[in-house]
């Protein structure tokens, strides 16, 4: 089951995945952050988290690493969190806090999860440049992906 991705209108990204496991099962790896280090980023990224409180109006704040060794911080302020159906966030950096909106649903389809990431820019612009000089679709789609394989992992005996 491979990603699939969709421009909405001239500000979102929209990424949807389906997973072979439990809602339940997949929203504790998408919000633990034992399990959120192991897969969250695209492929060759590494995570480290410094601080997790998942609560309307509580952070997570990460550094990620590149493949090429660099340190990216991230931090996301949680604005909704109805569990296992729903997480919506702020998605910034120290600095900025608020890059852009982001989301994740979840969704039960055919015994397993539907997941849609939904990232929401402020400008045309600004989803211009994470798509072209970023690799965002591209890097949506691997995240999706690293996160089917975790879960293929953690449900073997």
């Known amino acids: 089951m491979e990603a699939t991705s969709k421009l909405v209108g001239d500000r979102e990204i929209v990424i949807t995945r389906a997973v072979n496991a439990p809602r339940a099962l ?18 060759g990224f590494a995570n480290k988290t410094l601080a997790h409180e998942l609560r309307v109006g509580g952070q997570w704040k990460y550094t ?5 060794g660099k340190v ?8 909704e969190v109805t569990p296992i159906d729903r997480l919506v966030y702020d998605h910034g950096d120290w600095e900025n ?3 852009f909106e982001g989301s994740l649903t979840f969704t039960d389809q055919d015994g397993g999860t539907l997941i849609t990431l939904r990232t929401v820019f402020p400008s045309k612009e600004a989803r211009a440049v994470v798509v072209e000089q970023y690799g ?3 890097g949506g789609q691997q995240t999706l ?5 975790y879960l293929e992992r953690s449900q073997q005996p």
């Open 97 to 99: 806090p608020r890059h």
């Open 26 to 43: 997949v929203w504790e790896v998408c919000t633990d952050p034992q399990h959120i280090d192991r897969w969250w980023g695209p492929k």
């Open 72 to 79: 990216w911080p991230n931090l996301i302020t949680y604005t």
């Open 145 to 149: 992906g690293r996160l089917a394989e």
């Open 136 to 138: 965002a679709v591209e």
């Open 64 to 68: 990620m690493t590149g493949p090429d």
